[in-house]
């Protein structure tokens, strides 16, 4: 089974930072898409930002300027840098990959948290 870890989630102010880190298993062959999505409760899961291999980010509107993706592929790792945080986004924050063979993977989730 393919686990995806997650850490950096927690607790933080409004107008506080936080930095997610994701990192894959050397298993998944030939990563193609790294990115985040988010559950606040009561919502469906949507996208907050993702990047390709060859470094082109994609972020959501609600994120464009404060949140910043980004991923070192020699670790297999994908960061999410969230500055200006809003209650708005909290949230549980899930790791995405996407394999070049078109296969999903998701991790378990990180609770963030904005208190305002």
């Known amino acids: 089974q393919v686990q995806l870890v997650e850490s950096g989630g927690g607790l933080v102010q409004a107008g506080g930072s936080l930095r997610l880190s994701c990192v894959a298993p050397?298993?998944?062959?030939?990563?193609?898409?790294m990115g985040w999505y988010r559950q606040a409760p009561g919502k469906q899961r949507e996208l907050v930002a993702t990047?390709?291999?060859?470094?082109?980010?994609n972020d959501a509107d609600s994120v464009k300027g404060r949140f910043t993706i980004s991923r070192d592929n020699a670790k297999n790792t994908v960061y999410l840098q969230m500055n200006s945080l809003k209650p708005e986004d909290t949230a549980v924050y899930y790791c995405?990959?996407?394999?070049?063979?078109?296969?999903?993977?998701w991790g378990q989730g990180t609770q963030v948290t904005v208190s305002s």
């Open positions: 995405y990959i996407k394999d070049n063979r078109g296969r999903d993977y």
């Open positions: 050397r298993n998944i062959f030939g990563i193609y898409l």
């Open positions: 990047i390709t291999s060859g470094g082109g980010p």
